[in-house]
């Protein structure tokens, strides 16, 4: 199969996915979800809809249980979308990417913050050079 093929329709997934998570789903446990990306077989008989939760540990965990648990509703909505032979079976996981990358950046401005030199420390200071002796 085409990859350009595969790529649009995990765009359309993508789309009618986080459509129907934000404006559709009425499950009080689905709160502060974004769609990050999607990943579809060579087939397009299976859906990776990869998702970024807010909240804490046991809040994401339940928030992942309604996503599970309505996953059927968000195929029906992508069957209505998609004109192909079969709807892909969708799955929900947690992205770890944005956490990863969050968490990357606090270490390095850490470091850098430990490697900045200390204010009025250099002579150098603001283009200013030392005197020659005897001037």
Not at 21 to 48: C, N, W, Y
Not at 88 to 109: A, H, Q, W, Y
Request: glycine share 8%.
């Amino acid at each position: 199969m085409k990859a350009h093929r595969t790529a649009r329709v995990a765009e359309v997934i993508r789309e009618v996915a986080a459509e129907t998570i934000l404006f559709e789903m009425r499950d009080p446990r689905i709160k502060g979800v974004t769609v990050t990306r999607v990943e579809v077989s060579a087939d397009l008989q299976h859906a990776k809809v990869y998702v970024s939760l807010m909240g804490t540990p046991k809040e994401q965990q339940l928030c992942l249980h309604g996503l599970q648990h309505s996953a059927g509703y968000v195929q029906s909505k992508l069957g209505n979308r998609l004109k192909t032979r079969f709807t892909p079976i969708v799955t929900f996981v947690v992205d770890e990417g944005v956490k990863k990358s969050i968490e990357i950046t606090r270490l390095i401005n850490e470091a850098l913050a430990e490697h900045k030199p200390a204010e009025g420390a250099g002579p150098a200071e603001n283009g200013a050079t030392e005197e020659e002796p005897g001037a």
